[in-house]
């Protein structure tokens, strides 16, 4: 019996993407690069190492001079965030106090990471938290062709990686990675403060991995 054909009625749907964070990835321009590397060079603050879980060698507390990043980096990428993100944005949690309370840096710091030294998942304190990597001592190629990682997935070559840790719908843990080399120099991500991430341990160079991190809070109108 041949079947009939069927006249084909086109179905109505619409799409529905449940609401998540995500975060901004940007390049700065050399002058901000710049002013980050002189206040590194100025001076080193007290040590910072007690407030983070990094197993890293040091980690030094850094001077926003006269809030110069806070205003010409920092602030307009929240603002953004504001914006692109919508209802999504971490704000939303402090809706009551955003009349009374105002965004600020709150904690702004420098790590300097030798080779086997790593960062365990964490996350930070705060409304948004950001990393600038201005100097990465070696390429993602190099460090995943290391011996011991001989027969390991491509997927699974971690060594140097910065990483963030999410959930998707389902609940399954979901990874997205960040294969660092010298390409990312001056590279700044900027999320939530909520967000879990991690640095992988690097090899095989005696160089320092230089990075930069800080955390927005809201503060007190006058504080």
């Known amino acids: 019996m041949t079947p009939q054909a069927i006249e084909q009625v086109p179905l109505s749907f619409q799409v529905v993407n449940p609401m998540n964070y995500g975060w901004f990835m940007s390049r700065l321009p050399q002058q901000h690069i710049d002013y980050l590397w002189r206040i590194i060079n100025k001076k080193k603050g007290e040590s910072h190492k007690e407030h983070l879980i990094g197993n890293i060698s040091s980690s030094y507390v850094l001077e926003d001079e006269n809030d110069y990043f ?81 027969g390991v997935k491509e997927q699974d070559r971690k060594a140097g990686m910065f990483e963030f840790q999410y959930y998707d719908i389902f609940g399954r843990t979901t990874h997205h990675g960040y294969r660092l080399g010298k390409d990312v120099e001056g590279v700044m991500l900027f999320f939530p403060a909520m967000f879990k991430h991690t640095v992988y341990p690097f090899y095989n160079t005696d160089e320092t991995r230089v990075s930069v991190s800080g955390n927005l809070w809201l503060r007190p109108p006058n504080g």
Do not use: C
Request: avoid cysteine; hydrophobic fraction near 35%.
């Open 70 to 150: 806070f205003l010409n980096v920092l602030d307009p990428l929240a603002r953004q965030y504001h914006d692109k993100a919508g209802n999504q944005h971490p704000m939303r949690q402090y809706q009551r106090e955003l009349t009374n309370y105002r965004l600020g840096l709150d904690s702004f710091w420098v790590n300097f990471q030798k080779k086997n030294e790593f960062n365990p998942y964490h996350d930070h304190g705060g409304v948004y938290s950001f990393v600038i990597w201005l100097r990465i001592p070696y390429e993602h190629a190099e460090q995943n062709s290391l011996p011991f990682l001989d």
